[in-house]
């Protein structure tokens, strides 16, 4: 079989400080990291190979630095590494990035059997790259799955809709979006890392190389702006509850009684 | 690299290389996931917890620097610091695990081992099946390595080796110590020898385990040696070759100890960065007062400093160059950097920073022995100072 699994380099911090100025996240300050749904979707990849065989394309857009997260992949399991890297590229949407990503999927792995993406990234959650990319290659997608099987050329997939557990079947060559809910990524081992960045396949392409049309890459290919960034505003009410012990604590359930019931899942109304 | 590989012209390059970065980030995350939320616990309880060395075993951290045909990582030696440095970040006392048993438990076999040793205990060694450790100290010999009174006696093929080792790290749980011994007292130069002695030998035992100030984690033993009769296939080495290895090893262990201490600060800056930001009084975050912000800076500084000079002494090392002088300058830069940052750290966080609910009251134990074991800081100054001295001017 013939996996690619697409990745990206996202902020190691969840809470990064704003840039008041420009209203963006100061990116600078924080290292990169494999996002990681993106890192399920490589590690189901990697189970897969190993029961069926194959070869694993791990394929990342980013800036250079975004480099060392095909490192990662390979030292993981994956077999090669596709880096898309382009001044013109930068600050592209997702139509942009799912349009990028299929030429260089047709370019470097036409015959691939299954895509894999994570169901959204740490930085932007939209969650859009994996199902538009299937539509620019023009093959089925199923988005969220947990947990793939392969039987010949058809993917059964599980996940978890609306509350409902669903199974679903798929016609390979297809893209999945994985969450994080089944296939927890292995530790990489210090040496198969160490391999990875001595020894590496690791193709980089620009935008001449994949032949994109100017008009269709970047910003100025983006059919959507993002008109302002701002953090929400929470709305924490600090409730003081003073007087005795046995007073604070009657208080307490009195007043928030079914929402503590709630949190820890036990009905409280017996308790007297 | 730093220092060497020159790849924008004649500059120094001092911004880690991506692999660097990528096995830092590796390890910080192990270490956060897996000892982070028992490094307390096991502190207070003086546990060593296998259950986290079974984790470590298949990622290479019992042979880190151990070429592949025998089953290592074949790290560098600027990741190797990174890797003590990032474990001892979370908890000192596994990092003192680690870095005892790769740098002088195993690399004196794979220095001057035979090819026999080397098959026979390497792989073993390098696997993390079994853990290593290296034995000088005794009752009356500590600094001065000369006053040892272990001695070996040749018996036929054997050498019967009799004597006490105390504070031995890693000592209730290796399983092939190397241990220094006399062997020819008359000669003093060439007094000593090392044996690689298999825990399994008639007349080796295990003492108490050491009830220390900090690094309580790691079992700290003494060892008893009854007429242990060890093959002289286990001699490491020729015989009265003892204290070449000591100083060669030791140049090594430095470096592992100076990446010890400098996590232990790391951590302590970290806390108290965190602690700076969070704790009010006359309401605004104590980060707000100069005296403070003066603390953190001078810690930022020293810490950086020190580093350098650790990944110098890395540097030179993985160049083959001599590096005594810079791997005693970077041990005793870090560990001081250490004691004097974890020191700071319980000052800003004041009451709660002598408290055991908070982890710079543990830093601030742990980074004290930095100062002292694998050389005390008095005798890398005399390392040092001898260097100095000797250089023509």
């Not at chain 2, 092939?176 to 044996?195: C, D, E, G, Y």
């Not at chain 2, 005793?332 to 920073?353: D, E, F, W």
Request: proline share 4%; aromatic share 6%.
């Amino acid at each position: 079989m013939k996996f690619v699994v697409c990745i990206k380099q996202v902020p190691a911090v969840s809470e990064l400080p704003w840039d008041p100025q420009t209203g963006t996240l100061m990116r600078d300050l924080a290292e990169g990291m494999m996002n990681p749904a993106c890192k399920h979707a490589l590690e189901a990849a990697i189970q897969l190979k190993e029961t069926l065989g194959g070869h694993i394309t791990a394929i990342t857009m980013g800036p250079p630095a975004a480099e060392e997260i095909l490192h990662e992949a390979i030292a993981m399991g994956a077999d090669k590494g596709v880096l898309l890297t382009d001044l013109r590229m930068a600050g592209g949407d997702t139509l942009v990035t799912s349009h990028t990503l299929g030429m260089a999927i047709a370019k470097v792995c036409p015959d691939f059997d299954l895509i894999l993406c994570g169901c959204h990234t740490s930085d932007s959650e939209t969650a859009q790259v994996g199902p538009q990319l299937a539509v620019e290659l023009d093959v089925p997608s199923v988005a969220y799955v947990e947990h793939l099987k392969v039987l010949g050329t058809t993917l059964t997939m599980r996940r978890l809709a609306d509350n409902f557990l669903e199974t679903l079947e798929m016609d390979l060559p297809g893209l999945v979006t994985m969450t994080t809910k089944h296939y927890q990524p292995r530790y990489v081992s210090l040496g198969d890392l160490n391999d990875a960045f001595l020894a590496a396949e690791i193709l980089i392409l620009n935008a001449d190389d994949l032949g994109l049309d100017p008009e269709r890459i970047g910003i100025k290919g983006s059919a959507t702006r993002i008109q302002n960034v701002y953090a929400p505003q929470a709305q924490k009410e600090n409730v003081v509850l003073k007087g005795a012990v046995k007073h604070i604590v009657e208080e307490l359930f009195a007043r928030f009684g079914d929402r503590i019931a709630g949190a820890i899942g036990k009905d409280l109304d017996g308790r007297q | 690299m730093y220092g060497f590989e020159h790849e924008r012209g004649d500059s120094l390059d001092f911004y880690p290389c991506m692999k660097h970065k990528v096995i830092r980030k590796t390890v910080r995350e192990f270490a956060e996931i897996e000892i982070g939320p028992i490094a307390h616990d096991i502190d207070q309880e003086a546990r060593f917890p296998w259950e986290v060395i079974e984790k470590m075993r298949p990622m290479h951290f019992f042979g880190l620097q151990v070429p592949k045909e025998y089953g290592g990582a074949d790290l560098d030696s600027i990741s190797y610091a990174i890797v003590i440095e990032e474990l001892s970040r979370v908890c000192a006392a596994i990092g003192l695990c680690v870095t005892v048993h790769n740098s002088v438990g195993l690399y004196p076999i794979l220095k001057f081992g035979t090819e026999e040793q080397k098959r026979r205990f390497v792989p073993l060694l390098a696997s993390g099946e079994i853990i290593g450790a290296f034995c000088i100290t005794e009752a009356n010999a500590g600094s001065d390595a000369g006053g040892v009174e272990t001695h070996a006696v040749k018996d036929g093929n054997h050498y019967i080796v009799n004597g006490t080792k105390i504070f031995v790290t890693n000592g209730a749980i290796c399983g092939a110590p190397l241990i220094f011994a006399v062997t020819n007292a008359k000669n003093s130069k060439k007094a000593a020898s090392v044996f690689i002695v298999e825990k399994t030998t008639p007349g080796y035992s295990v003492g108490e385990i050491e009830d220390l100030c900090g690094m309580r984690a790691n079992p700290v033993s003494s060892l008893f040696l009854e007429d242990c009769r060890v093959p002289e296939e286990n001699l490491l080495m020729n015989l009265g070759d003892g204290l070449k290895i000591v100083l060669i090893t030791l140049d090594t262990g430095r470096i592992g100890i100076a990446a010890q201490a400098l996590g232990i600060a790391q951590a302590a800056f970290e806390a108290s960065v965190r602690y700076s930001k969070e704790r009010q009084q006359f309401r605004q975050p104590i980060g707000s007062f100069q005296t403070i912000q003066n603390m953190l800076a001078d810690m930022a500084t020293e810490i950086d400093a020190v580093r350098l000079l650790l990944y110098r002494a890395c540097a030179y090392k993985d160049a083959g160059v001599t590096f005594s002088t810079e791997a005693a300058m970077a041990k005793l830069s870090c560990s001081t950097a250490a004691s004097r940052v974890t020191s700071q750290a319980v000052q800003i966080h004041g009451g709660y920073g002598y408290s055991k609910e908070y982890d710079v009251e543990r830093y601030f134990r742990d980074a004290k022995v930095t100062e002292i074991y694998e050389g005390t800081s008095e005798v890398q100054r005399m390392v040092i100072a001898r260097a100095v001295l000797t250089k023509p001017s």
